[in-house]
């Protein structure tokens, strides 16, 4: 299928358009009202976005369900002690500078 010399342009608008919209799908519930508003108004009339904005709303409600895991607060103890450990065995070397400042 090509595009006719007059149609091209508006095609590759649309493209640019829906390649846009379509990574702002990711943060649909979080966008502020006048964005979402302007978004929804092209879902409404683009095929091609509401065919990935469906199963997106879906996805969107499983993960918003799912529980979320928090690490007690050992782990934290632990990742704290690593990392103050490989400072410790390498420091950096602006930590020189550092030494005696409180």
């Known amino acids: ?3 006719g010399p007059r149609g091209g342009g508006r095609e590759r608008r ?3 358009q829906c ?3 379509q990574r ?3 943060f649909l519930e979080e966008l502020p009202e006048a964005e979402a ?4 108004a092209h879902l409404d009339v683009c095929r091609d976005c509401g065919r990935t904005e ?3 709303r879906g996805l969107l409600a499983t993960v918003r369900d799912m529980p979320v895991a928090e690490p007690e607060d050992a782990y934290w103890d632990r990742k704290a002690e690593a ?3 490989r400072i410790r065995a390498a420091p950096p070397p ?3 500078q550092c030494s005696g400042v409180e």
């Open 1 to 3: 299928m090509t595009a």
């Open 14 to 16: 649309r493209s640019r």
């Open 19 to 21: 390649r846009a919209i």
């Open 24 to 26: 702002r799908l990711v």
């Open 37 to 40: 508003a302007a978004l929804q």
């Open 54 to 56: 469906r199963p997106f």
């Open 83 to 85: 990392i103050m450990a």
């Open 94 to 96: 602006w930590m020189d």
